[in-house]
T-cell receptor, first 116, second 108 residues
């Protein structure tokens, strides 16, 4: 079956603009994760969804970041008033866990965001 | 939260050589995964291994949960093994935490 897909694959925006990043998880996967990876760095957890609810938003770096998930499927990550330090690859993963932390995560290809 | 340390941070191997990558974690976990990030950025799950030993071809992994470490073995390395290897852990209902990775370069 299809894997996790993300769009756009690349996004270049000007400082101060808002951006929306989209993630389509694997069909039937109830858990969805957003991560950020800056150049040459590891993965930074942003937010996790179980169904449509987000029990853990602890990783969102500021109130400019928000995310939602509808219908237990597609998720969008919104960054308002983008700053240059927001430039990174944003990765989405999904899994089908019995509990949120007990299953394999499958990653999408990422969205490379560049803020000029 | 759980702390994850990976070693070595960088590794250069001659093609055909074997290697061991290590992941130490600071607390009990019920989820441990090894990932390979290829030079194009795609993350591929290698093992889901909160405990025990698994093997998949030239790769194998062992997690000793009571001693809070996991090892990833790569045998007869190939240039296609190059990339970054991440260990990721979680305990209970906590978020998954990634280590900073081991960057592997296999040279012909």
């Amino acid at each position: 079956g299809a894997g996790v897909s993300q769009s756009p694959s690349n996004k270049v925006t000007e400082k101060g603009k808002d951006v929306e990043l989209r993630c389509d998880p694997i069909s039937g996967h109830t858990a969805l994760y957003w991560y950020r990876q800056s150049l040459g760095q590891g993965l930074e957890f942003l937010i996790y969804f179980q169904g449509n609810s987000a029990p853990d938003k602890s990783g969102l770096p500021s109130d400019r970041f928000s995310a939602e998930r509808t219908g237990g499927s597609v998720s969008t990550l919104t960054i308002q008033r983008t700053q240059q330090e927001d430039s990174a690859v944003y990765l989405c993963a999904s899994s089908s866990p019995a509990t949120p932390s007990t299953d394999t995560q499958y990653f999408g290809p990422g969205t490379r965001l560049t803020v000029l | 939260g759980i702390q994850v340390e990976q070693s070595p941070p960088d590794l250069i191997l001659q093609e055909g050589a074997n290697s061991t990558l290590r992941c130490n974690f600071s607390d009990s976990v019920n989820n441990l995964q090894w990932f390979h990030q290829n030079p194009w950025g795609q993350l591929i799950n290698l093992f889901y291994i909160p405990s025990g030993t698994k093997q998949n071809g030239r790769l194998s992994a062992t997690t000793v949960a009571t001693e809070r470490y996991s090892l990833l073995y790569i045998s007869s390395s190939q240039t296609t093994d190059s990339g970054v290897y991440f260990c990721a852990v979680a305990g209970g209902y906590q978020k998954v935490t990634f280590g900073i990775g081991t960057k592997l370069q296999v040279i012909p």
